[in-house]
Every structure is written in C-alpha cells, then in structure tokens.
C-alpha cells in the first residue's frame, strides 16, 4: 500500500523554454519528480529526473547564494533558494552527508542546478575558465550534477576552509598549502568523503564537487517553480 500511495504522489510536469536552444545539447523541457522518501526515490525516479533536494532529505543546510545579493554577481537571480539536482546526483550526495553526520557535521550547500542563462551573466563578469565555466560548454551545475558546499559542525558553525565561497584566487584551490594545519584538515576531509560517494573535486575551488558521470548529462535551463 504505502508504494502505491507513493506512486500516486509522484507526479510529473514539463517546463518549456522561452528560447530557442541553440545549443544541440540543451534540454528544452525538464521533467521533475517530487516524493518524501529517499528509499522511493532509489526504487522510483530515474537517474535523470531533476528532484528538490528537500523532499527527500532535511538534513542539509541550504544558504543558497544566488537566491540573494550575497555573491560575486551582486544580485538575485534565482527566485529562491531551492536546490534541485538530478536524482542520481542526490542519491550520492545523501549518503556523503550520512557520513559526515556520524563525525558530527552536515553539510551546508551555496548552489546545485543552475540555469544556463544565469551562466551566461557570470560568464559576463569573469570570462575566465579557472573559475567559472564558458556558458558554451556549460557547466556542470547547468547538468544538475554539481554542488559548492562547506561542512558545518553541531551548533550550525562554518569549519574554516580558509576563504569564502566563491573567492576567486589562488587561495581557493585544493593545490595551495600556504594555510593552517586546520583548514588542509578540513578540506581533506569535505574532499575524502566527497570522492568517496562518486564525486571528483574541482582543482580551483575547495567547495565545488561534480558527480562524477555528469559530464554526459545535457545542459538545461529551466527555471523552478517556488512555493
């Protein structure tokens, strides 16, 4: 009964864009799915389906930048601070947390799927491939397999990872060791269990990790619907 019951509460809608993809790799319609168990999410969605984090697991902390003016573009450009990821990259990413959980921490999430047009704005302002991707390429985040991250402790504290989020420079990159004993220990860690889940880091940013079969997904530019 309760798989039925769950069945009968999936249900799925299609956005189209505005626009006219140019790009033969963009998704034109995006299909979502919406559920409040992570076990049905493993027995019932697609890998490729586009799922809201927050239906399936309240264990995250969500402080999701662009939902604000607190970010290198200086402006709002989602509506709000949902964060929607492909279901395969949710999957990954709640086992991760169950892991960091048991040492005491959660982790604390600044962005996951990003429209493609929101690429194309920061792309604008830094058109420069160490940091954020060429909006002709795409991003992973605009496949729905990319996260930016931290990990907080038990009373909802930041670790020090050494630089803010987003913070365009040397400092910000898995390479540089001009730090604290207690910042490489954090990064390692976030790192570790990250790459333990099925995610692969990003050289320039400590807290940028992309499922690791993500590269194959198609880009999208659909924007979600808030409550």
């Known amino acids: 009964?309760?798989?039925?019951?769950?069945?009968?509460?999936?249900?799925?809608?299609?956005?189209?864009?505005?626009?006219?993809?140019?790009?033969?790799?963009?998704?034109?319609?995006?299909?979502?799915?919406k559920s409040n168990d992570i076990s049905?999410?493993?027995?019932?969605?697609?890998?490729?389906?586009?799922v809201n984090l927050s239906d399936y697991s309240k264990d995250f902390i969500l402080d999701m930048k662009y939902a604000t003016d607190d970010n290198f573009l200086k402006s709002k450009v989602y509506d709000?601070?949902?964060?929607?990821?492909?279901?395969?990259?949710?999957?990954?990413?709640?086992?991760?947390?169950?892991e960091f959980i048991k040492k005491g921490y959660k982790i604390k999430l600044f962005d996951c799927y990003r429209p493609l047009d929101v690429q194309k704005r920061m792309w604008e302002i830094v058109p420069n491939a160490t940091y954020v991707a060429n909006p002709k390429r795409g991003s992973?985040?605009?496949?729905?397999?990319?996260?930016?991250?931290?990990?907080?402790?038990?009373?909802?504290?930041?670790?020090?990872?050494?630089?803010?989020?987003?913070?365009?420079g040397p400092e910000s990159s898995h390479f540089f060791s001009n730090l604290s004993s207690e910042v490489i220990k954090n990064r390692k860690m976030?790192?570790?269990?990250?790459?333990?889940?099925?995610?692969?880091?990003?050289?320039?940013?400590?807290?940028?990790?992309?499922?690791?079969?993500?590269?194959?997904?198609?880009?999208?530019?659909?924007?979600w619907e808030c409550d």
């Open 190 to 223: 976030l790192k570790k269990i990250m790459l333990k889940y099925g995610f692969e880091s990003f050289d320039s940013e400590w807290w940028h990790y992309n499922l690791t079969d993500a590269k194959k997904d198609k880009l999208s530019n659909f924007n």
């Open 1 to 33: 009964m309760k798989l039925k019951r769950m069945l009968a509460s999936i249900y799925i809608f299609t956005l189209f864009s505005c626009k006219t993809a140019t790009n033969t790799n963009l998704i034109a319609e995006s299909t979502f799915s």
């Open 80 to 98: 709000c601070g949902s964060c929607y990821l492909r279901s395969k990259t949710i999957k990954s990413l709640v086992e991760a947390n169950k």
């Open 140 to 168: 992973i985040h605009n496949r729905g397999g990319a996260v930016d991250i931290t990990l907080v402790d038990k009373n909802g504290k930041e670790l020090d990872m050494g630089t803010k989020f987003d913070h365009f």
């Open 40 to 50: 049905m999410l493993n027995k019932l969605v697609n890998d490729s389906v586009f």
